[in-house]
């Protein structure tokens, strides 16, 4: 409508002038350049407030709100759906932004990367958002939001990562640089399961995604919880990022086995310890996350276990990196689980795994 209004009025003095010099041959052409720069200028900043408006942002919308049973529920349309809760604190994309998340993985699109072009912000938060109702980043206040984040992120820095000591950057920066293993010498099909999840005929299951999946139970198991046939398209875990987050947040949500926690439940505050996890020196916290995810991979094997302190080193940097600080992470005996025993044996990932490399 603005626009309408701007070439009416030019028009309109267009028609003007003529009516005062019989000859049009300098004012009209001079009027006609000048509608045309002011109508240009005018699409140019429409087409920015557009794009600035599409960016997805919950932070302006007003959740909907209502009271069942005396508990508050909220619904903050795209990015927290659903009455919950959880989607009455602050999502994610009121404070993880898009600038935080290329700091973290500022190497995933260096020309060496082996996933370059394929992670993004946006697939990272359309992933979230089906689990933001369930409380993955939403459990509790700005702060405990941040945190779990930077643990979730920590954990795929580390599993994605191909940094090393004198990478350009610091081994920190190449978090993402991986989508998929890339050079698999088995294929990870377990015939035990031939019956529930049977392997399709020339497929291999090695590791792919956020949180490289390996196996085909694995495959299975995550493919039935996404509604996608993961069993004979393992690939799709390479070839769509959202997916590839998608099931990464779902494994770190769903508790491994039943009567176990899962990454979230330890992380948040929502695992309260038997006396046999206290005698087992399990408690909250980052450390419990890693001994949810990778079990006797990792768990009970001293201080010294490399793959466990490249985990806990993403995570602390990561919470520099989105402005918490690492100092809010905790004493660092909650950070690993170097004295943990495990909650029970992995089966996520084969027993050398690491980055998908």
């Known amino acids: 409508m603005f626009v309408y209004k701007v070439i009416h009025t030019m028009v309109t003095l267009i028609d003007e002038e003529k009516d005062k010099k019989k000859s049009t041959m300098v004012s009209k052409p001079l009027f ?18 557009n794009a600035e408006d599409s960016e ?37 994309s009121d404070f993880f932004e898009t600038y935080q998340f290329e700091n973290l993985f500022s190497k995933r699109n260096s020309p060496v990367a082996h996933a370059v072009g394929f992670w993004d912000y946006r697939s990272f938060i359309t992933a979230a958002a089906e689990y933001q109702p369930l409380g993955f980043g939403t459990a509790g206040e700005k702060l405990q939001g941040m945190k779990e984040v930077a643990a979730f992120l920590g954990h795929v820095g580390s599993k994605t990562s191909c940094g090393y000591g004198v990478a350009t950057g610091g081994p920190l920066a190449w978090g993402l640089c991986y989508n998929k293993e890339m050079s698999p010498d088995q294929l990870y099909c377990d015939d035990y399961y ?5 392997c399709t005929p020339g497929v291999s299951y090695h590791g792919r995604g956020a949180l490289p999946v390996y ?16 069993l004979s398209h393992p690939e799709y875990l390479e070839n769509n990022a959202t997916l590839a987050f998608q099931a990464a947040i779902w494994r770190w949500m769903t508790p491994p ?3 176990l926690p899962s990454a979230h439940d330890v992380f948040v505050g929502k695992w309260k310890p038997t006396k046999n996890d206290t005698a087992a020196k399990r408690t909250p916290g980052f450390g419990a996350t890693i001994n949810v995810l990778y079990g006797d991979q990792i768990c009970n094997s001293g201080f010294d276990n490399d793959e466990m302190n490249n985990i806990v080193s993403h995570y602390l940097y990561y919470l520099d990196l989105i402005g918490v600080g690492r100092e809010e992470a905790g004493p660092h005996e909650k950070l690993s689980c170097a004295d943990q025993e495990p909650f029970s044996s992995s089966s996520s990932a084969p027993p050398s795994s690491g980055s998908s490399s």
């Open 32 to 49: 006609s350049l000048l509608l045309l720069t002011v109508a240009l200028v005018v699409f140019q900043t429409g087409t920015l407030v």
């Open 56 to 92: 997805p942002s919950s932070s302006t919308r007003k959740p909907l709100v209502k009271i069942v049973k005396g508990k508050k529920l909220c619904d903050k349309g795209w990015e927290c759906k659903g009455w919950s809760e959880y989607c009455c604190n602050h999502t994610i």
């Open 194 to 198: 031939k019956l529930t999840y049977p």
């Open 215 to 230: 196996w085909n139970y694995n495959y299975g198991q995550t493919g039935e919880a996404l509604k996608v046939d993961l």
């Open 257 to 259: 086995k039943k009567h």
